[in-house]
C-alpha cells in the first residue's frame, strides 16, 4: 500500500514538471509592416470613481496652495508641461511661473474630467475637438493608484 502512494506522489511530481502542450507565441518573429502592438485598452470614465475625485481634490488644493512637495509627489516621473526639450535648469514649477500659468491650471482643473487617449483630461473639449488648440491637463492610472501625467498647451503646428 504505502508502494503504492509513493508511485501515485512521484508521478505527479514528474507530471509536473512536464512542459505543457499549449503552444507559447514566438515573441522573436519579427512584425509585418501591417502587424502593430494591440491598441491600449480606452480609459473607461472614471470621474465617478471615490480615488479619483480624491485625488482631483488634493491636486486642485496643491495647485492653489502651491504646495510643489505635493505637487511633485502627485506628478508621474516623464510628466509632461512643454512640446519642446526643456533646458536643463528647469523644473514644470519654474516653467509655469515663468509663464503664469499657475491661474490657467487652477482654472482648468475646476473643469469636468473625461476620458481620452488612455487618461483622465480636462477640458471636455479636447476629447470632442481634434482641432482643441487651448491648454490641457491628464491623469493616468499607474500601479493602481492616480498620477498627474502632464499639463500642456496645443501642439505645435507642423
Known amino acids: 500500500m504505502k508502494l503504492r ?3 501515485a506522489l512521484l508521478s505527479v511530481i ?3 514538471g512536464c512542459p505543457s502542450l499549449e503552444r507559447k507565441p514566438d515573441k522573436t518573429k519579427a512584425k509585418g509592416p501591417h502587424e502593430t502592438d ?3 485598452i480606452p480609459t473607461k470614465d472614471q470621474s465617478g470613481d471615490v480615488t479619483f475625485q480624491s485625488f482631483v481634490g488634493r491636486l486642485r488644493t496643491a495647485v492653489e496652495r502651491r504646495d ?3 505637487l511633485s509627489q502627485m506628478m508621474s516621473k ?3 508641461y512643454r512640446w519642446d526639450p526643456a533646458p536643463t ?3 514644470p514649477f519654474t516653467y509655469w511661473d515663468t509663464q ?3 491661474a490657467e491650471l487652477q482654472g482648468l482643473l475646476r473643469d469636468k474630467w473625461v476620458p481620452y487617449d488612455g487618461f483622465m483630461v480636462v477640458p471636455p473639449q479636447l476629447a470632442l475637438d481634434e482641432n482643441y488648440g487651448g491648454y490641457r491637463a491628464g491623469v493616468k492610472m499607474v500601479n493602481g493608484s492616480w498620477q498627474f501625467a502632464y499639463f500642456v498647451p496645443a ?3 507642423q
Open 89 to 91: 535648469d528647469e523644473n
Open 100 to 102: 503664469n500659468l499657475w
Open 38 to 40: 494591440k491598441p491600449p
Open 5 to 7: 502512494i509513493l508511485t
Open 68 to 70: 510643489l512637495p505635493t
Open 155 to 157: 501642439p505645435p503646428v
Open 14 to 16: 514528474v507530471l509536473a
Open 78 to 80: 516623464d510628466f509632461g
